[in-house]
């Protein structure tokens, strides 16, 4: 209802039956506006207080729960690194032992101390480390590789007779034959190896190493008669 003077107002009317009478009541228009109004910003202002506290509860829990859980990943990854790096050593130091024990296995054919293998392997690294100025692909793996690869040159002397092998005066021409097979014969023994495992750089490195290390620099060797860098590094 529009009372011109006072503005618009709301009205509400109820018949009172008792009485025959009817009960009005009315309110502005502009004082319910400026009622919901206060009502309104009172309650924004209480839920922005509220959601920054709550926000910033929640962020220094979360803050909290964070750092724990970095410093968990951190030591649960500390704790997964000594585990691998102790596996790693101890399948390293198995390798090595195995690689070892298959060149003494060929040593002991004509070589009573075994310590052959163990000199070949000194004199592979002493002329790697000479070499490794002047060639970019011997680094420190490279060095351990010929270390342990240098070890298995003659494995393939297993399938020489051994009156062949522990011969004691000159060869045949037949005989030396024979003997000039040991390198084909380790590097097919490798080869079976290294198809098990995947083509590891040793053991294709131990590959070279048996089938060229009778190989010359000017080609009087074998078994192919290779010469200068025709023949592998490792070897």
Known sequence: VDFSIAGEHYVSTKPLTSSGMRLLVHQPVSGIQSAASTVTSGLVARMVGTGAVVLGLTSVGCAVLILRHTRAIRCWNGELERTVESRTGQLRASREAIVFALAKLADYRDNETGQHVLRISKYAVRL????????????????????????????????????VLRKPGKLTEDEFAVIRRHPLAGADTLLAVSGKLDRDPLISMAVEVSLYHHEKWDGAGYPYGLAGEDIPLSA
């Open 128 to 163: 790697a480390e000479e070499l490794r100025p002047a060639f970019p692909e011997i680094d420190s793996a490279w060095v351990e590789r010929v270390r342990l690869a240098s070890m298995l040159h003659d494995i393939g002397k297993v399938e020489v007779p051994d009156a």
